[in-house]
């Protein structure tokens, strides 16, 4: 075969030999000579005419390139030969690259890229650590504590430093500040509340950003006497306006506000948080005072309160200024911000400041080329276990397909020894056959990328369930592709090399005579790949099965309140400040409203939906009692209405419920009432009655003043339930009266809670139209969402597991058959002296079960070793589980019997007159 144009420069040449000899032949006949002796004569002084050929040839293009088309076409004509087997190697190979690939496309999104903005290399990210002694206060993002040495680290920094930081330019160009990302309730009536942020008006300047539409915010616009506005992501613009642009210059009406839609972010661009999170609206620093009560709590008097630590900052490095230069330049300015601020905290007592003298901060200076970390650092080790994963299944594959060819070479004996015998070198014929498993490679390759497309669905599934907030969308694009050429390059070389070196090994006289060995085997090379792929399975099995044990141990986890026939939803709402005070009122009737609807047993609310992972966590301060080195003095602090636990059939186990007069007397200001949890009441009263003792709640871990008038008694103490996800320990939990804030619904039903959404909506709209229901689910699941994450991996790595236990029955079934064929002289001299078909049937049953039990142990010996890296990721069940591995076992053996047991039945069914004239 020849493609069209070499075709026709070939066909030009050989007219061209032609004319020359043509024109040869009639001068000799013009001077004399016969027709007969000028033809010899023409031809003898042109020369070897097929040796031209060549030599024109290689002058066109370079003779590799020639040598490289001879072998394409060849093999291209040989694997149309054999389209079973073609087929088949080119499935597994899209397969196993296809998963490769789809994987990658989310770990280069999540992982290795940078963010698209100008220089990102330039970027650098502030963080501090500290002592326990914390000098700020309201930290959002919050404070990360080192079990080990008790350093507390956080990204957050207050105004003051962050105004400070901008005064100093030495060594950093900008210096631009942002907030986590947070929702307002009822933005323009939208009951999902769009994800807002607040940025520094230098923001989009600092990263080198330009609109996608309009214009994005500068400093002018971040002044307290600024016209409200706010810049849309790209995203929340085709979702919400479908890329119109008229968008620019619409009203977006927040928490009463009005702002003024000014620009769009890059489509690629989703800000500088953690990965995947994109806000879809942005806002200014000085907004905050405009959303008040709506908006995150520290940020609406961060400029007058300085002892608030609420945003995170980034800075441009100037060429030629190293990290160690900018510390230096800022830590003075750092140190004197944070201490003025605590210093002007009227929270600090004079008393205080002499019992909790503060620990200075550090500054640190790390990489922002990629924004937040902290997310990335999550998924990084669940990634790359998932890359071993589909790593191994692709090694399965490549061995699997190994083996096949193998197989196939032994066919194409003859055709080699043939080739040999006219004088090819054996470097040559590995050349071809190399050409011809890359040429597989290739094509499963470009059918893996098509089942990439779809497969990256499931691991972007997966990842989304690890992050929820998640907006990331990875393509397949240059580096992707470049990626999956590289992985088809290393297999076809991986899955070619020993099939090439192996069908190149032969004895010619007796390839000639198309005649093979009797007796042992020969490959002892398809024996090791079969045991290598037992190995690997058993280690892929062996994972899936801890990983399906921790999710069948989550889904049977009690979480101590009756989940059954629950239904949540949050309250949003877009009332004026002369409306928020009739909040507790419009409360009370929309609880009335939903009771009085069919199918409602109960109502109640509470602050935050339980487990969400969503509850503030105060420091606590007990009287006498005396904290352990590495103990966490955190607590976990939810409001709930009296009725809160009847609901949720939560029962009290000593002294008494919340009433109404307790929530009554908070808004007073004290006394202050609380119910706790068993899990509270045994670490801190295990010796005493819990009832009538008090403790305090502190913005420090190691404040130990609390006023008297703000203690907090304890009433009541209930059972222990889970509240922030069910793999999590109890923490210890008190519980409030309500206040005003955040409001999650809790209702009871006696029919499906689904089916009461309709009738909710249309009630909560008839007492105020400024209230909007939103999020519904229920409680189950709601809980299956805090083990979705394990729920996803155990699917995936199922799914991996079972495709190797598929390949690994096929190339049993391929090594077997083939060494039956191949030992086909062999069974027939036993069974002519004698031997029975039960003996030949276990002979080739014993061989089978030994290359089992070798790849078996050291697929166990890999994984004893390996779990060690996923035990984190486990619940309830040991990482050396021996359910696990006896079922894992079991499989392999199953598959091993049923693969090895038709080879085996053939085996007995030879003719011994047929097979002693075999050869």
């Not at 986890?557 to 939803?569: I, K």
Request: some cysteine; charged content about 20%.
């Amino acid at each position: 075969m020849k493609f069209p144009f070499w075709r026709r420069r070939d066909e030009e040449l050989s007219e061209e030999l032609d004319n020359h000899l043509q024109m040869a032949v009639r001068e000799r006949i013009e001077r004399g000579e016969s027709v007969e002796d000028a033809n010899a004569a023409a031809k003898r002084d042109l020369g070897n005419a097929g040796l031209i050929k060549e030599v024109t040839r290689a002058m066109w293009f370079p003779m590799w390139l020639e040598r490289l088309k001879q072998d394409v076409t060849y093999g291209f004509r040989v694997l149309r030969k054999s389209p079973g087997f073609t087929t088949i190697a080119v499935l597994s190979l899209a397969l196993g690259i296809g998963a490769n690939t789809a994987l990658f496309s989310v770990a280069d999104e999540v992982l290795l890229k940078s963010l698209p903005v100008k220089n990102p290399d330039q970027l650098a990210l502030f963080s501090w650590t500290s002592g326990e002694r914390l000098m700020g206060d309201g930290f959002w993002p919050g404070v990360n504590v080192n079990q080990n040495t008790g350093a507390h680290t956080s990204r957050s920094f207050s105004y003051l430093s962050f105004s400070q930081f901008r005064s100093h330019t030495k060594t950093v160009s900008d210096v631009f500040a942002f907030s986590s990302m947070f929702r307002v309730n009822g933005i323009d009536d939208d009951p999902e509340s769009p994800s807002v942020q607040m940025v520094s008006g230098n923001y989009y300047e600092g990263l080198g950003v330009t609109a996608a539409a309009g214009r994005l915010m500068t400093d002018e616009d971040d002044r307290d006497s600024s016209t409200p506005v706010i810049v849309i992501s790209h995203r929340y613009w085709e979702k919400g306006f479908g890329r119109n642009p008229l968008a620019i210059g619409k009203t977006v009406t927040m928490a009463g506000t009005i702002f003024t839609i000014i620009g769009v972010t890059p489509g690629r661009f989703a800000g500088t948080l953690e990965v995947g999170d994109c806000p879809d609206m942005t806002i200014a620093l000085s907004m905050g005072s405009r959303i008040g009560y709506f908006g995150p709590k520290f940020t609406n008097t961060m400029k007058q309160e300085p002892w608030v630590w609420p945003l995170m900052v980034m800075a441009r490095v100037r060429p030629g200024s190293s990290y160690d230069e900018v510390k230096s330049e800022l830590q003075d300015s750092f140190s004197a911000s944070s201490l003025q601020g605590w210093t002007s905290n009227p929270g600090n007592s004079a008393e205080e400041r002499v019992a909790n003298l503060p620990d200075s901060p550090r500054l640190q200076i790390t990489l922002g080329s990629q924004g937040l970390m902290e997310s990335r650092r999550e998924l990084s080790g669940l990634v790359k276990i998932m890359m071993i994963i589909v790593g191994i299944v692709l090694l399965i594959v490549c061995s699997n397909l190994a083996n096949l060819l193998l197989a196939r070479s032994a066919a194409r004996g003859k055709e080699i020894a043939v080739r040999m015998a006219m004088g090819a070198r054996r470097g040559r014929l590995i050349r071809q056959l190399l050409t011809e498993s890359l040429m597989l490679s290739l094509m499963g390759a470009s059918l893996g990328a098509l089942f990439a497309l779809w497969g990256k669905g499931l691991f972007l599934a997966w990842i989304n369930r690890v992050s929820p907030s998640s907006v990331i969308d990875p393509t397949i694009d240059l580096r992707v592709l470049g990626f999956t050429v590289a992985v088809s390059a290393i297999t076809g070389i991986l899955v070619g090399l020993a099939p090439a070196l192996r069908s190149t090994q032969i004895d010619l006289t007796e390839a000639m005579k198309g005649g093979t060995r009797s007796g042992r085997p020969r490959s002892v090379i398809g024996k090791s790949l079969l045991t290598a792929q037992v190995a690997m399975s058993i280690f892929l099995l062996t994972g899936a099965g801890l990983f399906i044990r921790t999710l069948i141990n989550l889904q049977k986890t009690e979480v101590g309140f009756n989940t059954g026939n629950l239904l949540l939803f949050r309250m949003a709402t877009q009332i004026n400040r002369e409306e928020r005070k009739r909040l507790p009122d419009m409360y009370q009737q929309v609880c009335d409203r939903i009771q009085a609807i069919p199918g409602v047993v109960a109502v109640t609310n509470s602050q935050w939906p339980l487990l969400t992972g969503d509850m503030p966590m105060p420091y606590i301060w007990v009287p006498g009692h005396t904290r352990q080195p590495g103990e966490n003095p955190t607590l976990f602090e939810q409001s709930v209405w009296p009725n809160f636990f009847d609901t949720m059939g939560i029962p009290i186990v000593m002294g008494r419920n919340l009433t109404v007069q307790d929530g009554q007397d908070w808004r007073a200001s004290g006394p202050y009432r609380a119910v706790v949890n068993e899990t509270f009441a045994r670490k801190y009263f295990s010796a005493v009655n819990p009832i009538g003792q008090r403790f305090g709640m502190t913005g420090s871990p190691v404040e130990t003043f609390v006023r008297d008038s703000e203690m907090i008694e304890i009433v009541g103490v209930v059972r222990d339930s889970k509240f922030m996800s069910v793999r999590e320990d109890i923490p210890p939990t008190a519980f409030l009266p309500f206040q005003l804030g955040q409001v999650t619904y809790e209702i009871r039903t006696s029919v499906n809670p689904m089916s009461l959404e309709k009738p909710i909506r249309e009630a909560v709209a008839q007492i105020n139209p400024h209230l909007i229901p939103a999020q519904f689910r229920s409680q189950n699941d709601q809980a299956e969402m805090t083990y979705s994450k394990e729920r996803h991996f155990a699917f995936l790595s199922s799914l991996f597991g079972l495709l190797a236990l598929v390949l690994v029955c096929i190339g049993l079934f391929g090594l077997l058959s083939y060494n039956v064929a191949n030992r086909t002289q062999e069974i027939g001299v036993r069974m002519a002296l004698g031997a029975q078909r039960s003996e030949i049937m276990s002979m080739v049953m014993r061989e089978t079960l030994w290359l089992i039990s070798i790849g078996i142990a050291i697929g166990l010996g890999a994984s004893f070793l390996a779990t060690r890296w996923i035990e984190s990721l486990l619940y309830g069940v040991s990482r050396n589980d021996p359910v696990t591995i006896l079922i894992a076992i079991s499989s392999m053996v199953l598959v091993a019997t049923v693969a090895g047991f038709l080879p085996a039945r053939r085996a007995t069914r030879v003719d011994p007159m047929v097979a002693l004239r075999y050869e």
